[in-house]
């Protein structure tokens, strides 16, 4: 397998991950506060696994969630804010980054079903004015290439490759820095200058814009805002309440406060990502949303499942979905990264599970150890289940 295809499509990527690495696990010295009840086998597994994740001197927080043959459960760690002992609940809110990439994915599927898009289709017949350098060699990109990271658009819109040249800093926090103030007005601006050094669809280019702007496509497609669309197409009907971009006062009280590796406390993401990694959501509310895609009882669900790239037999794409293939089982999973958080959320549909991890620390091996967590979790919750890359 190519070295990309076992990266995990972080909303900030950090580069690619060895696959042959594996994770160093520290020795428990202090058990980390927790209401893990301890009384079922479940219990147990969390237990082992999470107590080595917060054995990471840069640990936090930490929810997980798990959906298996109809029952959820959910458990968590550490604090929602250093120099504190408050535990996280499952109503505690985290940004989940590049997990948001699924909703519009998932957005963009429900346009497909009510027959308003096509997969297919040319962005530029949803954009006002003349993209000529939206095509190479008389193709054009496709809307759900906006989703497979195979559009040839930019990492982010501002593009300014040199910035993310000094590697001591996170690229996310990079990114954090160029979108302060960085209007709707100036992504289109900058979406003309774009050119394309590909033809779309046969060359991986990890994108926030691709998803960004397909954010905004939708919104023009159902005249609405991109959150309103979240709301009455997927939240609304799931009952995920707490989930949503914009955070009311009384709600910044539940949210968590998110740390880098050394500790300091990471300022908020612009919301101007939108669909790429505006969203924020609950442990309680991603199990909801992981049911719903472990059952795969919706068309709307079934079509974000269908790759778009890939070997349909083992590594494929879907929309944003990452999704592996084994002996008959699927993983299908996508994470995300920004300065102080890290998420996971996998559905493994065959074996009526699902697990949520998050987190409020980031560094370089924050995302690595959610992943060697989260199949600690599912082999021994049940050995079918797909090894996730790491």
Same mark, same amino acid.
């Given at each position: ?6 990266? =995990? ?8 991950? @060895? ?12 058990? &980390? ?22 054995? $990471? ?12 043959? /109809? ?39 429900? *346009? ?7 997969? /297919? ?49 996170? +690229? ?30 046969? !060359?991986?280019?990890?994108?926030? &814009?691709? $998803? ?27 009952? !995920? ?12 009280? +539940?949210? &968590? ?8 406390? !990471? ?16 442990? $309680? ?15 709307? &669900?079934?079509? =974000? ?14 929309? @944003? ?14 994470? /995300? ?14 074996? @009526? !599970? /699902? ?11 924050? *995302? ?6 989260? @199949?600690?979790? $599912?082999? =021994? ?10």
């Amino acid at each position: 397998m190519n070295a990309w295809l076992i990266s =995990a499509f972080l909303l900030f990527p950090y580069g690619l991950i @060895n696959p042959k690495r594996s994770i160093a696990i520290p020795t428990l010295l202090k058990k &980390a506060l927790t209401d893990n009840p301890l009384k079922t086998s479940v219990d147990t597994i969390v237990e082992q696994a999470a107590q080595q994740f917060m054995t $990471a001197p840069e640990s936090v927080g930490l929810s997980v969630g798990i959906f298996k043959d /109809g029952q959820t459960y959910v458990y968590n760690y550490g604090t929602v804010e250093k120099g504190k002992q408050q535990l996280p609940t499952s109503q505690t809110i985290y940004p989940i980054a590049s997990i948001s990439k699924t909703f519009t994915g998932a957005l963009l599927a429900q *346009a497909v079903v009510e027959k308003k898009v096509k997969l /297919g289709d040319d962005i530029r017949k949803y954009l006002t004015g003349n993209y000529p350098n939206l095509e190479y060699a008389g193709q054009p990109i496709r809307l759900f290439h906006l989703l497979n990271h195979r559009s040839g658009l930019p990492f982010l819109l501002p593009d300014v490759p040199d910035a993310f040249a000094n590697t001591a800093i996170p +690229s996310s926090a990079i990114a954090t820095e160029l979108l302060q103030n960085y209007t709707r007005a100036d992504f289109y601006e900058d979406l003309h200058k774009v050119k394309l050094d590909a033809m779309p669809g046969h !060359m991986f280019k990890y994108s926030n &814009a691709g $998803a960004q702007l397909l954010g905004y496509i939708l919104e023009r497609v159902y005249n609405l805002p991109f959150e309103n669309l979240v709301r009455l197409k997927l939240t609304q009907p799931l009952a !995920m309440d707490d989930t949503k971009i914009e955070l009311t006062p009384s709600e910044q009280v +539940s949210f &968590a406060k998110g740390y880098n590796c050394t500790g300091v406390q !990471m300022p908020p993401i612009p919301d101007q990502l939108q669909g790429a990694g505006a969203l924020k959501s609950t442990v $309680a509310d991603m199990l909801k949303y992981s049911q719903w895609n472990v059952k795969e009882e919706t068309e709307v &669900a079934k079509l =974000a499942h269908r790759p778009t790239w890939g070997d349909i037999d083992r590594y494929s794409a879907g929309l @944003n979905w990452q999704m592996l293939k084994s002996s008959g089982y699927r993983a299908i999973w996508q994470d /995300g990264n920004i300065p102080g958080y890290s998420s996971l959320c996998v559905n493994y549909p065959e074996l @009526n !599970m /699902g697990i949520v991890v998050l987190s409020n620390e980031c560094d370089r091996k924050t *995302a690595s150890r959610i992943t060697a967590l989260t @199949n600690q979790v $599912a082999k =021994a919750l049940d050995e079918r289940a797909v090894v996730l890359p790491n």
